[in-house]
């Protein structure tokens, strides 16, 4: 089943503009994760933002939870060509406030960074 | 660095074969995943495994079974291959499911295999 679901499908940018993705998701969660997969490739983990946590930074990489309204954003700040890339957000589906052991994805967000 | 290793990066299988898809993982994770990726429908749970011999059904195990006889190797049997099998398939690993604050472990990813089911 579904959890979580990102938006825009497809983000194509300049090279140096932010790149930004949302996730939206139906039940509660413990923690929300966001991956990254090449064309090809399996998926790469990039951050966990913990469900008492509003943001949380990487690198280049913020990530944003709002638990009232059930989502999530990833910025990509000063986007470069190697972030071509589908971007996942994932979250456990956990009703009890214990945790799930699975981990469930959304469809992705294509982005393309043109040099 | 952690490595998931699957076996065939591309196959190409006849309808009705019985196909083995192959995982080992070198970090000595006690969970392991696969999950198949179709475009439009996102990465789908179709079993995973807690510990050797282990295995639960995630959301779509229908025509698939798993075999988990050693802790580094989980393997994907398709029983009878057909075409709606024809898919990109993604095995994963992790330490644990939840930390001690109930989050759960990342998943690392092999690069996947592509099969073709004609």
């Known amino acids: 089943s579904q959890q979580g679901e990102e938006d825009p499908q497809a983000l194509s940018i300049q090279e140096g503009e932010n790149a930004t993705m949302n996730c939206s998701y139906k039940?509660?969660?413990?923690?929300l994760q966001w991956y990254r997969q090449n064309s090809g490739r399996g998926l790469v983990h990039l951050i966990l933002?913990?469900?008492?946590?509003r943001e949380k930074h990487s690198g280049r990489l913020r990530v944003t939870l709002d638990t009232s309204k059930k989502s999530s954003s990833l910025l990509i700040t000063a986007s470069r060509a190697a972030d071509t890339a589908s971007y996942f957000c994932?979250?456990?589906?956990?009703?009890?406030?214990?945790?799930?052991?699975?981990?469930?994805f959304g469809k992705g967000t294509k982005l393309s960074v043109i040099p | 660095d952690v490595k998931v290793t699957q076996s065939s990066r591309y196959l190409v299988k006849r309808t009705g074969e019985k196909v083995f898809l192959e995982c080992v993982q070198d970090?000595?994770?006690?969970?392991m995943f696969w999950y198949r990726q179709d475009p439009g429908l996102g990465l789908r749970l179709i079993y995973f495994?807690?510990?050797?011999?282990?295995?639960e059904k995630g959301d779509i195990p229908e025509g698939y079974s798993v075999s988990r006889e050693k802790k580094e190797r989980f393997s994907l049997i398709l029983e009878s291959a057909s075409t709606n099998q024809t898919s990109m398939y993604l095995c994963?690993?992790?330490?644990?499911?939840?930390?001690?604050?109930?989050?759960?472990?990342?998943?690392?990813f092999g690069n996947g295999t592509r099969l073709t089911v004609t």
């Open positions: 933002i913990r469900s008492n946590e």
């Open positions: 039940t509660s969660i413990n923690n």
């Open positions: 994932a979250t456990d589906a956990s009703s009890s406030g214990a945790g799930s052991y699975q981990l469930t």
């Open positions: 994963a690993s992790s330490w644990a499911f939840l930390d001690r604050d109930h989050n759960n472990s990342p998943l690392h």
């Open positions: 495994s807690y510990d050797v011999k282990m295995k």
């Open positions: 970090m000595d994770h006690e969970n």
